[in-house]
């Protein structure tokens, strides 16, 4: 098979995050080329040029022996492809025939929607698949699974070249996966070429015929799918860079924290969502979670702080029953939460760094009613001193901070609470390795006075140096555990983590 998509030193930062580091390979006409990777890996960022979303930073893009001039999803349209975006982008209270056929697809003559037409078509796509929905339906009405199979029609529609496809089965069942295998091979029948994210290595191992691996953003290598390509090759392949040593301050003790239970989660469930949820959080102990993109970690973390309500299940705080599963709650009775969106929670970001500490303390910077400066302003720089956060006054607001400064200031504001149990969702992702370093060592730190943390991280040596014990969810469940001194290897949480059948050997 010729090559007809040719990325050629391909490069791309954002910021100082170097998403691709020179990536070269091509990828035949009419074949089903996956690209597997851990999260971060740059898979993404990838299939985005090739979309026209994003610009490289250098390098090229051919198509069909033509170089790509300029990046835009107009351009990419017009010659035929077509993207499944990792993040479901439907039209909510639109019917299932206009999302598939959004806007302009027929117009009658008189420039007016051709409703019939719309619908005539939307049906023959849905019959396709199998599904049991009508043209008419609201959006709204359907499962999130149907939702992304509607977003996949709406691309199948449209791609008449090539077809990319970021992690489309992250919320479909295993029928609806059978369904888009079965639409997959029916696209390359037509010649069509597909690209296949997915962290699945069953899916991939199915359905494609060959595979690119990346790694942090750089090109691992592209194997031929031809049935002796092994789960173990490829997962190996994934996750085979280096622990450096100096980027992680790992932690000297080993095997598993014996102290009292401080909190406890059992049972969680929620429809669709994620499937019976439990675990215990033992003092002095970091307790790490870990599963690839739609695996349900993303929800278990916001679930555990009552930020996402739970169908069933129940919370224990030393063995207390939790009657109410709330920020509020959790906050008083010392637990903190740090999210990874600095931008949405948090921080204040046009507020000054000063404001930001004190809020949380008021009360103890206040003289009666009036606010005291000068306690509020020793305060906030004890903590800009501790944590060693780089900023010209206390008055910078933190909008102007790095995205590193901006996270040890929400680190610093958190400590300013006095928690006994910090809940820390990404704790480094995005940010240098300097900052990365030293947030580390502040984790480290505050189990040596005695907190308990559970981290919520897609990295793995992040977890591995950090954690006592790692619990790795796949498929909306927990798929295992692994602990420090044991069995807590990049490739035995991958496994688990892809939901592998090789996971008990
Ligand atoms: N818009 C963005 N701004 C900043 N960093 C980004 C952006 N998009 C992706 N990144 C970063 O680029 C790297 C690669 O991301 P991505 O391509 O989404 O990986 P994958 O899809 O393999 O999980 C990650 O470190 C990610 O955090
Ligand atoms: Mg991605």
């Known amino acids: 098979m010729a090559d007809f998509l040719e990325i050629r030193n391909l490069s791309k930062n954002y910021g100082i995050v170097r998403a691709l580091k020179d990536i070269t390979f091509s990828i035949s006409r009419g074949e089903v080329h996956a690209l597997l990777g851990e999260n971060g890996a740059g898979k993404s960022t990838l299939i985005k040029i090739i979309s026209g979303e994003e610009a490289p930073g250098s390098g090229s893009l051919v198509i069909n022996g033509e170089e790509v001039r ?11 492809i077509a993207m499944v975006h990792q993040e479901l982008a439907v039209f909510e209270n639109m ?12 117009l009658s003559a008189g420039g007016f929607i051709n409703q019939r037409k719309t619908d005539r078509e ?8 199998g599904m049991h929905i009508s043209p008419r339906q609201k959006m709204d009405s359907l499962t999130m699974g149907q939702q992304q199979i509607v977003e996949i029609l709406r691309c199948v529609s449209t791609g008449r070249e090539i077809i990319l496809l970021d992690e489309p089965t992250s919320g479909l069942n295993r029928e609806e996966v059978g369904k888009l295998m079965e639409i997959i091979r029916r696209l390359k029948g037509q010649g069509i070429t597909v690209v296949y994210i997915s962290h699945r290595i069953d899916e991939i191992k199915e359905i494609s015929d060959r595979v690119t691996v990346l790694r942090d953003g750089n090109y691992v290598g592209t194997y031929v799918n031809d049935g002796k390509l092994t789960e173990t090759e490829l997962i190996s392949r994934m996750v085979g860079r280096e622990l450096s040593g100096t980027l992680y301050s790992a932690r000297t003790e080993d095997g598993i ?10 049972n969680f469930s929620k429809k ?3 499937a019976d949820i439990g675990f215990s959080l033992h003092k002095g102990e970091v307790l790490g979670f870990f599963g690839l993109e739609g695996s349900g970690t993303n929800t278990v973390s916001r679930m555990i702080y009552g930020l996402e309500a739970a169908d069933s299940g129940e919370a224990f705080l030393k063995g207390q029953k939790l009657k109410k599963l709330s920020p509020d709650v959790l906050v008083s009775a010392g637990v903190m939460y740090l999210n990874n969106n600095r931008k949405s929670a948090g921080l204040l970001l046009n507020s000054a760094a000063l404001d930001n500490l004190s809020l949380p303390r008021l009360k103890q910077l206040s ?3 009036f606010i005291n400066r000068g306690k509020m302003t020793s305060h906030a720089e004890k903590y800009i001193g501790e944590f060693n956060i780089v900023i010209p006054s206390v008055y910078q607001i933190p909008r102007n901070l790095s995205g590193g400064n901006q996270q040890k200031l929400m680190f610093s504001i958190c400590m300013g609470n006095s928690p006994e149990i910090v ?3 990404e704790p480094t992702r995005g940010i240098d390795v300097g900052a990365k370093g030293e947030i580390h060592r502040f984790i480290l730190e505050l189990i040596g006075k005695g907190l308990s943390v559970i981290v919520f991280s897609s990295e793995m040596p992040e977890l591995i140096s950090l ?11 927990i798929f295992g555990e692994v602990h420090k001194g044991g069995d807590m290897t990049q490739e035995k949480i991958m496994a688990k983590a892809a939901g592998s059948a090789a996971v008990e050997a």
């Open 423 to 425: 809940i820390i969702n």
């Open 257 to 266: 924290a014996t102290g009292e239970v401080v909190f406890e989660i059992r």
């Open 122 to 129: 939307a049906k023959a796509l849905i019959d396709l698949f």
């Open 272 to 274: 669709n969502s994620v």
């Open 95 to 106: 019917s299932v025939g206009d999302n598939i056929f959004p806007g302009t697809a027929f």
């Open 367 to 369: 003289d009666g009613f």
């Open 70 to 80: 300029d990046f835009n999803p107009a351009r990419a349209m017009a010659s035929g």
């Open 467 to 477: 954690c006592d014990r790692v619990v790795v969810m796949a498929k909306n469940r």
